[in-house]
């Protein structure tokens, strides 16, 4: 059934639309995002949505989304509020930051590189997602193979980076129970989640799946827990970024509901099979899917450059 995008301004597939949401829907639950990461980059390359409206349109939806992961995570007590809000208060910030960008990238509008003339949002946006998806991909796929070969810890991660992070000593400092996480610079915190929100507001995503790998190896927050917190704060900057795209035009309403109508549910099975798995695999899974997104994206963008 084809409907015409008001916002968007182009003719799509609704009955697809439903089920690309509910694969965001499960992943949501699954891995603690809202699931911008893949749902940008395919309603862009799969649906011709301009980048803008994908980005302001993937964050309205992802507040649905996220919601219904929330509700599940929460009967499984997967999350840490008092570490959720101390990031939602920051997150904020960020996507602003994050949204401006985008308003400035528009602004720039084409630019000539290999000798062709791209669009400056479509150019940096998708060079953004292949190096942040390798890097998320990478660090998250050698770790997990690893911990897959060792007894299981629960979840919790020893990284190095995290020995390193809690020896810094800046005051204020706080103790989050719930994770595991005692005596660590609030200023810590604040730099992640301000991060965090900015790449929310700039690619479309709700942040998690960003905020998760920096629970679980930057913090060492346990990863069903860092799932469930992820989540939660991904609510919130989704209805953040939702907020500041509509106010400037990059978001279809009509494309959002329909995307919602697919993840809504499906995120509810998503949380249950953090339940069924060790945490290295949720781990190892979630650095397949990045790999995989970061591929599609790299060959859309090569593509556009006719370089296969």
Same mark, same amino acid.
């Given at each position: 059934m084809e409907v015409l995008l008001p916002v968007a301004g182009v003719e799509v597939n609704v009955l697809l639309l439903v089920l690309l949401g509910a694969v965001i829907g499960f992943m949501s639950g699954m891995f603690g995002v809202g699931g911008g990461f893949l749902l940008t &980059?395919?309603?862009y390359i799969f649906f011709h949505i301009p980048y803008e409206v994908a980005i302001g349109s993937s964050l309205a939806q992802m507040i649905g989304t996220s919601a219904s992961g929330v509700f599940r995570h929460r009967k499984l007590g997967n999350i840490d509020y008092k570490l959720g809000l101390v990031l939602v208060c920051v997150v904020a910030f960020g996507v602003e930051t994050g949204a401006r960008i985008v308003e400035l990238l528009e602004r720039v509008g084409t630019i000539h590189v290999f000798s062709r003339q791209i669009e400056a949002i479509d150019f940096y946006v998708s060079l953004a997602y292949i190096?942040?998806? =390798? =890097?998320v991909g990478t660090s998250m !796929?050698?770790?997990?193979?690893?911990?897959? %070969?060792r007894p299981a810890r629960a979840g919790k991660v020893d990284s190095a980076f995290a020995r390193h992070i %809690? %020896?810094?000593k800046i005051p204020p400092? @706080?103790? !989050? &129970? %719930?994770?595991?996480?005692?005596?660590?610079?609030? *200023?810590v915190i604040v730099g992640i989640a301000f991060c965090v929100g900015t790449l929310s507001g700039l690619l479309g995503v709700g942040g998690g799946f960003v905020m998760v790998p920096a629970l679980i190896y930057l913090i060492g927050v346990p990863t069903t827990v860092a799932v469930g917190t992820g989540l939660f704060q991904t609510m919130f900057a989704s209805l953040f970024g939702t907020i500041s795209h509509y106010q400037k035009g990059n @978001?279809?309403?009509?494309? =959002?509901a329909a995307i919602l109508a697919g993840s809504v549910v499906a995120a509810q099975f998503g949380a249950i099979a953090t339940k069924k798995l060790r945490?290295?695999?949720?781990? *190892?899974? !979630?650095?397949?899917?990045?790999?995989?997104?970061?591929?599609v994206v790299l060959g859309k963008l090569l593509h556009t450059f006719e370089l296969f």
């Open positions: &980059p395919a309603m190096v942040l998806l =390798a =890097a !796929f050698v770790e997990s193979r690893k911990a897959l %070969k %809690k %020896k810094i400092l @706080v103790s !989050f &129970p %719930k994770s595991g996480v005692h005596d660590v610079s609030v *200023w @978001v279809d309403l009509t494309l =959002a945490g290295a695999n949720i781990r *190892w899974a !979630f650095s397949l899917v990045t790999y995989l997104t970061a591929v």
